[in-house]
């Protein structure tokens, strides 16, 4: 069985990884950038507020000045803030990827906890990373694995409903 009409066989990685692993980290990462550019620019904007109230301008000019500064500090803020918030939260994405793809690699008994486990792991990764407390990496784990068990309800609901519908895909 060939995929060229000159018989060679292409290799064809789909099998292998299924396409929401590329998709979940990099939607992570978008969403990140932009939560931390607002964000980012937000706090630089109140920064230069509080910086410069003792010395506010007096002509027309001195605001034009002062708007068109504290506009570049608020991007530049923003990029950085949004990239590093990007990087933080694709990380995380592709953390909890990852453990569920290795978990549902180990076989089929560890196929129906996958998503609990990429939660529990998950947030045991974070809390390891920051240092949490024990009470407040209790809780992270307690979340991690609540929303585990949501995505894992959300799987079996849908192929629960293909079943139903007739798709034995």
Known sequence: ????????KRYDVTP??????????????????FI????????ASLRFLAENAHRPP????????YNKTKNYKRMAAGLLSG??????????????????????????GFDDLKEVGAGVGTAGAFSIVYRLRWRTA???LMLGSIIGGG???????REYLKRARGDFI
């Open 138 to 140: 209790s809780r992270a």
């Open 16 to 33: 292998i990884l299924e396409s929401r692993y590329f998709i979940l980290p990099a939607s992570a990462a978008l969403v990140g950038v």
């Open 58 to 65: 007096k002509t027309i000019r001195g605001w034009y000045l």
């Open 83 to 108: 990239g590093k918030e990007g990087v933080k939260l694709g990380v995380t994405a592709l953390v909890w990827v990852g453990i569920e793809d290795g978990l549902g690699r180990c076989g089929a």
């Open 36 to 43: 931390g550019a607002v964000r980012g620019s937000r706090l």
């Open 1 to 8: 069985m060939s995929n060229h009409e000159d018989g060679t």
């Open 151 to 157: 995505m894992g309800f959300l799987r079996w609901a």
